[in-house]
């Protein structure tokens, strides 16, 4: 046999193999979801369970931005392997949902399968797949009877080929994704079990604030798959703190109705909401019932590691100030900069400028989103409780990386706080990642 006839047969095996697997992996996307389901009455008291659910679930973040009707989708999000816009979710039957049926629109939801392929796990498909049926039912009944249709077209994703074939996206979602089960609550009360349900489905708290792995999926999506569970992670240019009672950095100091006020307005006497959570609180929370907010927050603070330490203020900071000492590196920038609204003593304004002392995003393991906030600014949330906004301006202009760097780590190492540093070259690569966001 011949090099050249043996090098045909390869080649010729190799495509036979790759669309052997392209069909199987089209295949076992046709065949997730359940039996042909039936869609009730859309009555007015079901469409509107499925708005405050769609709220919940915090639909309007990703699939409505400025400039486009609602839930018409738009939003860049920027992947490993290029950028992914979300799409029409209206009931217009040519770019949205229009033609779905209950049966297509559990598919997408709680498998992650549409039109014939799995879906980008940007859609958090592995968290909603504990929804209820009959949630899932409420929902259709909004999207389809409750938001107005709207012909607009998505935008064509920018991920070149091959890169943009959809098929390994079945076998991530067959090995990281579990398919849908009745929710178990455990050994929880009836209360955290309520908790349990929105922080682990619609509410799809761990795509933030748990660690991925590797391969992109959490590192544990329920609180039974191990300690990474609601731990914090990075993303963007930002940590999601611990939601966990822990150490430093975590909810160790919030009682349950710290938890359940800052759901409900964005902000507490220990902080105040920043970077994606402003949305979070803006488009879903601040929506929820007080009997929801307050399971909710029942159910984080019910999720306690050994060896939970609080928060001890220390002093000795202030009172350096105070006698003029800026000998600490990055203390004169803080008088400079910072102190005439979070104060010398770094227990700012309660719920207009918050606290740096003790402040879990301060002390998080991570410095990044003390950096990013000098860097970028920050905006408080806008809602019935706190219609008033405070704008916190973009430092970029005015320090630099080693500047802003020294403010940093005073911040994080004043007034009892205890983290670990940023360097200067740290924040020269955070500098780039904000601008070209």
């Known amino acids: 046999m011949s090099w050249k006839l043996l090098g045909r047969i390869v080649l010729i095996g190799g495509v036979a193999g790759f669309l052997g697997v392209i069909a199987i992996s089209t295949i076992l996307d046709k065949a997730a979801g359940e039996k042909p389901l039936a869609a009730p009455e859309a009555t007015p008291s079901l469409i509107a369970r499925g708005e405050y659910l769609a709220r919940l679930g915090d639909c309007a973040a990703c699939h409505t931005v400025p400039g486009r009707p609602l839930f018409t989708g738009g939003l860049r999000m920027v992947t490993p392997i290029g950028a992914i816009y979300t799409t029409n979710i209206t009931p217009d039957p040519t770019y949205g949902i229009g033609s779905f049926t ?34 899932v039912a409420a929902l259709y009944a909004y999207f389809k009877s409750g938001v107005t249709p709207s012909a607009t077209a998505n935008i064509e994703n920018e991920i070149p080929f091959p890169l943009s074939m959809r098929w390994p996206l079945t076998f991530w ?108 609180i803006v488009h879903s ?47 004169l920038l803080y008088l ?7 104060r010398p003593d770094g227990l700012g304004y309660q719920r207009v400028f918050p606290q740096l002392a003790g402040n879990p995003v301060v002390i998080a393991p991570e410095p990044i989103s003390l950096a990013s906030i000098v860097l ?41 706080n205890r983290s670990a540093p940023i360097s200067a070259a740290d924040v020269t690569k955070l500098r780039k990642r904000v601008r070209s966001d």
């Open 102 to 135: 209950l049966t297509d629109f559990d598919r997408a939801l709680r498998f992650g399968v549409s039109r014939g392929h799995t879906l980008y796990p940007a859609m958090p498909y592995p968290s909603y797949a504990n929804t209820k049926p009959e949630d």
């Open 173 to 280: 979602r067959l090995l990281f994704s579990s398919p849908p089960a009745p929710f178990k609550p455990g050994s929880l009360d009836p209360v955290e079990a309520s908790g349990a349900y929105f922080a682990d489905g619609l509410g799809h708290c761990g795509e933030c604030h748990t660690p991925r792995t590797l391969t992109m999926q959490v590192r544990a999506q329920t609180r039974t798959d191990g300690a990474a569970y609601l731990s914090g992670a990075v993303i963007e240019n930002y940590f999601a703190p611990s939601l966990r009672t822990s150490g430093p950095g975590s909810l160790a100091d919030w009682s349950v109705q710290d938890v359940a006020e800052f759901l409900k307005t964005g902000a507490n006497n220990h902080g105040i909401a920043f970077g994606s959570m402003t949305d979070v």
């Open 285 to 331: 929370t601040r929506f929820m019932t007080d009997d929801d907010a307050f399971a909710a927050a029942k159910y984080l603070k019910s999720i306690v590691d050994n060896g939970t330490q609080t928060f001890t203020y220390d002093g000795t900071a202030h009172h350096a100030l105070q006698e003029g000492d800026t000998s600490k590196p990055g203390a």
């Open 336 to 342: 400079d900069n910072c102190a005439a609204c979070h």
């Open 376 to 416: 970028e600014g920050s905006l408080t949330p806008k809602t019935n409780a706190t219609p008033a906004q405070f704008a916190m301006p973009s430092f970029a202009w005015r320090l630099n990386d080693q500047e802003v760097a020294d403010v940093v780590n005073f911040i994080r190492s004043s007034w009892g």
